[in-house]
Antibody, heavy 119, light 109 residues
Framework: QVQLQESGPGLVKPSQTLSLTCTVS??????????WSWIRQHPGKGLEWIGY???????YYNPSLKSRVTISVDTSKNQFSLKLSSVTAADTAVYYC???????????WGQGTLVTVSS | EIVLTQSPGTLSLSPGERATLSCRASQSVSSSYLAWYQQKPGQAPRLLIY???SRATGIPDRFSGSGSGTDFTLTISRLEPEDFAVYYC??????????FGPGTKVDIK
């Protein structure tokens, strides 16, 4: 059973960089066959796709966030990470990591981590 | 950009009733890449339906999906108490590669 777990600071100051890591267990990122994704959900709102990465390092980003987002992968640690630069209060959200399964759906999710942007 | 619109915004029903949720796309979506998720408060979304009509692993058969082109439907044949939640549709394929609908909340009447 694949499991994902987000980790990182729950509070980030405006203009700084938000950094989160997703640790995958029960499956190897480097085995291929799946993309790995970040999705966020503003408080009380819907879901917004941020981007995804393949084990090779190929990435796809949401154009609305592309200028500020970097997703990277560390296959030795079976982790992938999100960096979002120049954050504002509008980036306050629950951030989820997820596996991209068949038909490009999100079939396994982490529990989510709330990141608040505030001074 | 494909925009997904879900209706109604809120559906108030009683256990045992049938729920019909709509997802409409601003442009045609490949049926292969239309999915539905269920989200309960404080939890991550759970994949219910992929490829417009295929149930994900472990999903009860009271959940069914249908549709093509720009109109898709999620049907819950008989609502169980645990089905009261928010439901999202999601498409893959057009820039941005992934978009979600705004959600339909199914609450207890």
């Amino acid at each position: 059973q694949v499991q994902l777990q987000e980790s990182g600071p729950g509070l980030v100051k405006p203009s700084q960089t938000l950094s989160l890591t997703c640790t995958v267990s029960g499956g190897s990122i480097s085995s291929g066959g799946y993309y790995w994704s970040w999705i966020r959900q503003h408080p009380g709102k819907g879901l917004e796709w941020i981007g995804y990465i393949y084990y090779s390092g190929s990435t796809y980003y949401n154009p609305s966030l592309k200028s500020r987002v970097t997703i990277s992968v560390d296959t030795s640690k079976n982790q992938f990470s999100l960096k979002l630069s120049s954050v504002t209060a509008a980036d306050t959200a629950v951030y989820y990591c997820a596996r991209v399964g068949r038909s490009r759906t999100f079939d396994y999710w982490g529990q989510g981590t709330l990141v608040t942007v505030s001074s | 950009e494909i925009v997904l619109t879900q209706s109604p915004g809120t559906l108030s029903l009683s256990p045992g009733e049938r729920a019909t949720l709509s997802c409409r796309a601003s442009q045609s979506v490949s049926s292969s890449y239309l999915a539905w998720y269920q989200q309960k408060p404080g939890q991550a979304p759970r994949l219910l339906i992929y490829g417009a009509s295929s149930r994900a692993t472990g999903i009860p058969d009271r959940f069914s999906g249908s549709g093509s082109g720009t109109d898709f439907t999620l049907t819950i044949s008989r609502l169980e108490p645990e089905d009261f939640a928010v439901y999202y549709c999601q498409q893959y394929g057009s820039s941005p590669l992934v978009t979600f609908g705004p959600g339909t909340k199914v609450d207890i009447k």
